[in-house]
């Protein structure tokens, strides 16, 4: 039996504003335990909750990101259920009307093809506190620092057919949520975090099988494994005459399985209601038409753009295209240098290494656009070849000094004097008989060995293709 994979899932997007969705405490990270909570996200009684509009504007942008419908009247309702991280005894939370409803978002496949996932719903909702466990032995504290944060819950259709088109979509989904500047999307920290839910069916049926749903993974290679071993698990399962049922699992990553954590609860367990202390948030069409006029140009445009304006392959234009200010940096480098070609390939190579390599995003890149501008119209002029450059980029990282002056002090210059390689060129055949009788019989290899002779002679300065040249004619 051939088996086929269903996903959907619902991601957490934690909103970045700077105070809580129904309070004015502040929503900073890692601050002491429990000195970000007020009044009303202690859940103490008598307190009001007062919706925060920042966060509003936030989900309308990212709906109308994702070409979804806007609710003109949208909905709070209590989600009733006990736990010692929520002291309401309830979350408030968008159930029947959300804010955002029917959009979509294209993802890319590692094999190149692309594929639209449907958007079912994003709603409004507040984050609830935390349990520590580790703070005082023999007893578990609650912070309730996190209670109250904003948080928007992203959940697509059933669409992903496998554990690579679900990462695609996290991809895509966390990418678009930081170019929107909505999310600061650290995953460390929480801010961006996913359930999934997983079935399987008979390859070619056309009703879905019964999920699983794992809680809380937040990362992408995590979301692959978790659900790799899930769909596993479940053929294991049915092939073995069991039956998949409705839960809620975690994923354990150092063990690289999923448990049951509890069996899924219906909706009505939670005994929604509307909260009676909060207004149906009315969104007018003239503020949708302001927050429109201030979306930014969306990855995937500029993707398209990059390919169309600047000749570069989807590959590339996609990973420069998907990080706002790597973006915005290939293109003042594209127009410094005039060069988008050679821009490209630096951001993707040297540049991509070095920054991998440090540990450190584009915002903080030692070397400015300004100097790597330069730097590639030295390429152009012919001054520098490709290995000159790469020294000189190293110097440019260390903040050793400025392009030309660089050149110019360590003799960083490209040898074009096809005179002077001339005369290298004989040198070496003058000394190497052997080799030379070998090429001209045909062993074609021992070319190499006189490029690289004769690139030795020069201190590595000789215009490659230069040297190549007039090597072949000497030679012959
Ligand atoms: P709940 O509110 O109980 O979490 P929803 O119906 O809102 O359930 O669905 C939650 C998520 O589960 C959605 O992303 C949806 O696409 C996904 N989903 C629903 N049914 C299946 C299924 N049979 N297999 C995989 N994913 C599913
Ligand atoms: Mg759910």
Redesign the pocket.
């Known amino acids: 039996m051939h088996w086929e994979t ?5 991601i957490h997007v934690q909103l970045a504003a700077e105070s809580k969705i129904f309070s004015g405490a502040p929503t900073r990270y890692g601050a002491e335990q429990n000195t970000q909570a007020c009044a009303v996200d202690l859940g103490l009684p008598g307190v009001l909750p007062v919706l925060n509009a920042r966060v509003v504007d936030m989900a309308i942008t990212l709906g109308l990101a994702l070409g979804a419908k806007i609710a003109p009247a949208s909905i709070f309702a209590r989600k009733n259920y006990f736990y010692p991280d929520l002291p309401k005894g309830y979350q408030i939370s968008q159930y029947e009307q959300p804010i955002v409803s029917d959009g979509r978002i294209e993802i890319s496949l590692p094999s190149g093809e692309t594929k639209t996932i449907g958007i ?1 719903r994003a709603h409004l909702e507040e984050d609830a506190g935390k349990s520590v466990h580790d703070a005082f032995p023999g007893y578990t504290a609650i912070d309730l620092n996190r209670a109250g944060t904003p948080l928007l819950e992203v ?5 992903m057919r496998s554990p690579a088109e679900a990462v695609a979509y996290m991809r895509a989904m966390h990418a678009l949520v930081r170019y929107l500047g909505i999310c600061d999307g650290n995953m460390q920290e929480g801010s961006f975090r996913c ?1 999934a ?3 399987v069916r008979p390859m070619g049926s056309d009703t ?4 699983a ?1 794992i809680k809380n993974i937040n990362s992408f290679r995590f979301v692959e494994r978790a659900i790799e071993y899930e769909v596993e698990r479940q053929i294991d399962l049915i092939e073995a005459g069991g039956k998949v049922v409705q839960e809620t699992r975690l994923y354990d990553a150092d063990k690289h399985e999923t448990r049951s954590m509890r069996s ?1 609860e ?2 009505h367990d939670y005994r929604y209601f509307p909260d009676p202390d909060l207004l149906p948030v009315v969104v007018t069409q003239s503020r949708i038409d302001a927050i429109k006029s201030t979306l930014p140009e969306l990855p995937w445009t500029r993707r398209e753009r990059y390919v169309a304006d600047f000749g570069l392959e989807l590959d590339e234009a996609r990973t420069l295209a998907a990080d706002r200010p790597l973006a915005e940096y290939f293109e003042a480098l594209a127009r410094t240098s005039g060069d988008p070609r050679q821009s490209a390939n630096w951001l993707n190579g040297e540049l991509a290494a070095n920054l991998n390599r440090h540990g450190v995003g584009i915002e903080s890149c030692p070397v400015t656009v300004e100097r790597l501008g330069k730097l590639i119209t030295r390429i152009t002029d012919g001054t520098l070849s490709g290995n000159l450059a790469k020294q000189l980029f190293e110097a440019l990282w260390n903040l050793e000094g400025e392009v030309d002056e660089l050149i110019d002090q360590r003799g960083l210059r490209q040898l074009n004097d096809s005179e002077a390689v001339r005369a290298l060129i004989a040198q070496v055949i003058e000394e190497s008989p052997t080799q030379v009788a070998q090429y001209r019989s045909g062993k074609d290899k021992v070319f190499g060995y006189f490029v690289g002779q004769v690139m030795k002679r020069s201190q590595g300065k000789a215009n490659p293709q230069q040297l190549n040249d007039l090597l072949r004619e000497m030679l012959a």
């Not at 269903?6 to 619902?10: A, C, D, N, R, Y």
């Not at 959940?155 to 669409?159: A, H, K, L, Y």
């Not at 879905?208 to 999920?211: D, E, I, L, V």
Request: proline residues 4%; without cysteine.
């Open positions: 269903v996903i959907g899932l619902e079912t959940v697509t259709e059933p669409d359930d839910n997983v079935s879905f099988g019964t999920r749903e899924k219906d909706a």
